[in-house]
C-alpha cells in the first residue's frame, strides 16, 4: 500500500473509492487529518491532507512527526509526497512538476527529529540521497506511460515560512545551488529517512521564486492556486497510475 501526503491544491483525491476514514494519534500527537484509506482500482492507498482538512494549518506548525509516524504506523510500500513550490531555476515555469533530487534545508524551530530526549536516543542517519531513488524511478516511468512531462531531479530549498521569500533571499538560495523553494519539504523527508520509510516527493511549479519572471515585482497569489488548481490534475492522474502499478 503506498501512502500519499497532499499539499496545497490536493487535499483529497478525487478517484479514492473511500472505504475508510480512521483519526488515529502518535506519541508525538495527532497528524494534520484523519487518514484517508482507500483504493484507485485494486489498489489500496492511506492519503493524509498535510495542511488539515480545511487547508488551515501553516507549515511551520505542521506536526510533521505525528503525520509521518501515523503514516509509518500503516507499514505503507513507501509515501509519495506533494508539494507545491517556488521555480527558480531559468527554464522552470508555473504549471511544471519535477521530481527533485537534493534538499537544502533552511527551517528552524521545528520538531525534526525522532532521536531526541526524552522518549528517543542518539541515533544519525545516512541523508545522502534523501529521496528515495526506487520510489523516483518509479513516478518518472509512470509520468512517461502516461506522456507526462515530469522533470527528473531539483534541488530543493526548504525555507520556514508562512512568508514567501525576498527577491535577495532567492538569489541567495540560487548561488547555493537550489532550484526550487518550498516550505513543507523538511523535515518531512528526514523524519520518513528516521523511520525507514521510503520517500519521494511531486513538487508542482506554482509560480516563479520572487524577483524571478512574472514575480519580479510581487508574487500573486490568485495565481498560485489557478495554476495549483489545473497541475494537479496531472498529479492526480501520476498517482492513480503510480497506484495502479504498486506491486
Ligand atoms: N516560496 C516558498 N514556497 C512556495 C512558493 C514560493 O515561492 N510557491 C509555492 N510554495
Redesign the pocket.
Known amino acids: 500500500m503506498l501512502a500519499v501526503i497532499g499539499g496545497?491544491g490536493l487535499s483529497e483525491l478525487t478517484s479514492l473509492h473511500r472505504v475508510q476514514r480512521r483519526q488515529v494519534t502518535t506519541p508525538y500527537g495527532e497528524p494534520s487529518s484523519a487518514l484517508t484509506f482507500g483504493r484507485i482500482g485494486e489498489r489500496e492507498l492511506v492519503f493524509l491532507a498535510r495542511h488539515g482538512d480545511g487547508h488551515t494549518i501553516p507549515?511551520h506548525q505542521i506536526n510533521y512527526r505525528a503525520n509521518i509516524r501515523a503514516l509509518a504506523d500503516c507499514a505503507p510500500s513507501g509515501i509519495v509526497a506533494v508539494?507545491?513550490?517556488?521555480?527558480i531555476r531559468a527554464d522552470l515555469a508555473p504549471g511544471d512538476l519535477l521530481v527533485p533530487h537534493q534538499i537544502i534545508d533552511y527551517t528552524w524551530g521545528r520538531q525534526a527529529t525522532y532521536h531526541q530526549l526524552p522518549e528517543g536516543t542518539l541515533r544519525h542517519i545516512d541523508f545522502t540521497e534523501p529521496y528515495d531513488a526506487g520510489l523516483r524511478l518509479r513516478l518518472l516511468a509512470v509520468a512517461a506511460r502516461l506522456g507526462l512531462m515530469l522533470g527528473d531531479g531539483a534541488v530543493y530549498a526548504a525555507?520556514q515560512?508562512p512568508r514567501?521569500?525576498t527577491a535577495a533571499e532567492?538569489d541567495r538560495l540560487q548561488r547555493d545551488g537550489a532550484d526550487v523553494?518550498?516550505?513543507t519539504g523538511m523535515p518531512e523527508a528526514a523524519l520518513a529517512r528516521e523511520l525507514d520509510v521510503p520517500y519521494a516527493a511531486i513538487n508542482i511549479v506554482?509560480?516563479?521564486?520572487?524577483g524571478r519572471g512574472a514575480?519580479r515585482r510581487a508574487?500573486s497569489l490568485a495565481e498560485?492556486d489557478a495554476v495549483l488548481a489545473t497541475a494537479m490534475q496531472s498529479v492526480r492522474r501520476l498517482i492513480e497510475q503510480l497506484i495502479g502499478h504498486d506491486d
Open positions: 496545497s507549515p508539494a507545491a513550490v517556488g521555480g525555507t515560512g514567501l521569500e532567492i523553494v518550498g516550505m506554482a509560480n516563479h521564486a520572487a514575480s508574487i498560485i
